[in-house]
């Protein structure tokens, strides 16, 4: 008798513990797979899809398998919040990836943060983002770093002192790099002749351009996103512009030099990575993605690669339940992760310490131009 | 000096396509007092027409005058076939309904159209293929550039408006389109069949807001889905600015709009530039509703 209620009691513990080993652990992702910035949404997803079948294949995470479950917020704010609501309540993630553009972070940020769910952003750059709260991380460099990145490599690589502003004002991320640069710019001794602003979604930048023109500067930082960027470079170059076009990450699309054409040639912007870099990592994970997607990753789908491996790696280190907060408090003590778009430690203010690189637009390419590194 | 002059040429091109789509608008008003809110997609349809139809032809690698000309009757066919199944569907079963009934299906069909488009072509942007390159080079007088194309489309444009005041004012169908204008009982009982003088308006109208599409694609190449809505509704505030109804007031409205919006954005402040064509329509219905041109009808009772 005693046996039989041994032997029954071992295999109902198996089998429960079996069905608990089988069930996924669930991971939100929030993108914007349709809208003016598809390419960003489309790009990240893949990386991390490409992330998580790799982790899958070799075995998943404490002995279960990751599970994504992707919404797209169709690039609008008010789609991001209710996509992570959906997510929190009805699906019970117990991890956020996302968003790419900071308006959209600092949407989903909040919610994150009240269901205390720990939120991984891949690219989003704004500084305003992690300060939401202690459940906000990202994994890449911020604004006020990449602003003097550009900055500095207008002052000292292309020696420019005079640079016009063209910024998106409806947009967070354009509205804080401008800042940022205009700031180091000026400290170097450099000189805003002019800051002309636009909408996102305009198509008609002429009046700014022709604004920005009787100023003549030796150029123009335009820290928008690769849709406006590829026109205002196309209308720049009808009105006779010759000053060189600079930007930041959100420039990192195929789309960029499909709308500018050739107007977008010998243009600068700062990115997280070079799909140039020759080190064995990089190249390993250009390879996997080509193969599975059949284009050479761009910026976006390298931190979507990224994001979902350091996520990982603190679900690694955290004890098997997998509580919110100690995944929380793993992600906070991240330190040396080798990514793909560099070595990154989780800093006190939750961010990511890394290099940036400089990029040149070149006959449809983008070339590695020069790293420059923090601090 | 060329910094204001360069403003102008870029007014009249932005006003040139303004007009093309508040003709449409003060045509279908004229003829129907109905403002017809699906027109901006019309617009909209155009410029995929002409995407398509470019992609179809294989004429992306053969940029040329008579590639432009061949996409941009396709896409003004397309659009009058689409403005005359709209009117058709939509708009003539509630002829005889209040005009709120007709202005609320507008509405409608506008938002079917608008997400249609994201649903059948994606939401994202596309480009317009460059069909056409002339090897001329800009103009520039020091500082002032004017690119072949603007010129290019500010004469079609004139053309296309041209053709159809004579169209209007010369022909028996231009006739009979003023006096279903006037009065519809009275035009059928003249013996004018109003049912084929409405659809005629409505194609006409459509046809014009497609060139408008082709050439918006052509000069900006991105297009997508939802690029309808804002030109649509300055091109209707345009229109209203000239007098509803009137054509060569839709046309004067259009410029004055285009001019009015790039030296507000050019010498003053960015940000306001959409504002600016809604301020202009709250003021415009407060002090002179009939607009610049327009002639305020009594009703008789």
Request: proline share 4%; glycine share 10%.
């Amino acid at each position: 008798m005693r046996n039989l209620f041994l032997k029954s009691a071992a295999l109902m513990t198996l089998a429960s513990a079996s069905a608990f080993a089988a069930e996924p652990i669930k991971i939100g992702e929030v993108g914007s797979m349709t809208g003016s910035e598809a390419t960003f949404g489309i790009s990240t997803h893949q990386g991390i899809e490409l992330a998580i079948k790799e982790v899958n294949s070799a075995g998943g995470v404490h002995g279960r398998q990751l599970q994504v479950i992707s919404l797209d917020d169709q690039g609008k704010p008010e789609e991001a919040a209710t996509a992570v609501t959906r997510l929190i309540s009805q699906d019970k993630v117990i991890a956020l990836l996302g968003e790419v553009a900071s308006s959209r972070s600092l949407a989903m940020g909040p919610i994150a943060q009240k269901n205390k769910i720990p939120m991984v952003t891949p690219s989003s750059t704004n500084p305003k983002v992690t300060e939401i709260g202690d459940y906000v991380f990202r994994v890449c460099f911020i604004d006020p770093f990449q602003g003097q990145v550009m900055a500095q490599f207008a002052l000292d690589n292309l020696k420019y002192k005079k640079v016009a502003i063209l910024r998106d004002v409806k947009n967070d991320y354009s509205v804080g790099l401008a800042n940022f640069f205009t700031e180091r710019f000026k400290q170097g001794g450099g000189e805003i002749v002019i800051d002309q602003s636009y909408s996102a979604g305009d198509i008609d930048f002429k009046a700014q351009l022709t604004a920005i023109r009787q100023k003549k500067p030796e150029a123009i930082f335009v820290p928008g996103y690769y849709t406006e960027v590829g026109l205002i470079a196309r209308q720049a170059k009808n009105l006779g512009i010759k000053a060189t076009l600079m930007g930041g990450d959100g420039w990192d699309s195929p789309k960029l030099t499909e709308i500018g054409g050739g107007a977008m040639d010998n243009a600068y912007f700062s990115n997280h990575y070079s799909s140039e870099d020759t080190s064995p990592q990089v190249q390993q994970f250009i390879e996997k993605y080509k193969k599975a997607y059949g284009s050479v990753p761009d910026g976006l789908a390298a931190m979507g690669y990224d994001a979902a491996m350091v996520l990982i790696d603190a679900m690694k280190r955290s004890p098997a339940a997998l509580k919110t907060s100690d995944i929380r408090a793993q992600l906070a003590g991240t330190k040396d992760f080798q990514g793909v778009t560099g070595k990154i430690t989780i800093d006190d203010k939750r961010n990511a310490v890394k290099s940036a690189v400089v990029l040149k637009v070149s006959k449809g390419t983008f070339k590695y131009e020069t790293t420059i590194k923090p601090g | 000096m060329e910094e204001f002059i360069q403003h102008v040429i870029n007014g009249l091109s932005l006003g040139s396509i303004y007009g093309l789509i508040a003709l449409g608008y003060t045509m279908v008003f004229g003829i129907l007092q109905l403002i017809n809110f699906a027109h901006g997609e019309i617009y909209m349809l155009g410029a995929f027409i002409g995407m398509y139809s470019t992609m179809f032809l294989g004429l992306e690698d053969k940029p040329s005058i008579m590639s432009l000309l061949s996409v941009l009757f396709i896409s003004m066919a397309g659009c009058a076939l689409v403005g005359f199944t709209i009117e058709r569907l939509a708009y003539r079963p509630l002829r005889r309904s209040p005009r709120i009934n007709l202005l609320i299906t507008a509405v409608g069909v506008s938002l079917f159209l608008q997400f249609s488009g994201q649903i059948l072509f994606g939401s994202d942007p596309k480009f317009f293929p460059q069909i056409y390159q002339l090897d001329i080079e800009d103009f520039t007088f020091g500082e002032l550039v004017i690119e072949p194309l603007q010129i290019i489309v500010l004469i079609l444009s004139i053309a296309l408006m041209i053709i159809l005041q004579t169209v209007i004012f010369k022909t028996r169908l231009g006739r009979a389109m003023r006096a279903v204008s006037f009065n519809h009982d009275l035009a059928s009982l003249m013996g004018i069949p109003t049912n084929r003088i409405i659809s005629a308006t409505f194609m006409i109208g459509s046809a014009l807001a497609g060139a408008a599409g082709v050439l918006v694609g052509l000069t900006y190449p991105k297009i997508e889905p939802l690029m309808g809505t804002l030109p649509g509704l300055k091109a209707f505030v345009a229109a209203v600015l000239g007098g509803i109804g009137n054509v060569t007031g839709a046309v004067l409205g259009a410029f004055t709009l285009g001019l009015a919006e790039e030296f507000l954005v050019g010498y003053w402040i960015p940000n306001y530039r959409d504002a600016l064509a809604f301020s202009i329509l709250i003021l415009i219905l407060l002090f002179k509703p009939s607009g610049l041109l327009g002639v305020n009808r009594a009703e008789k009772v």
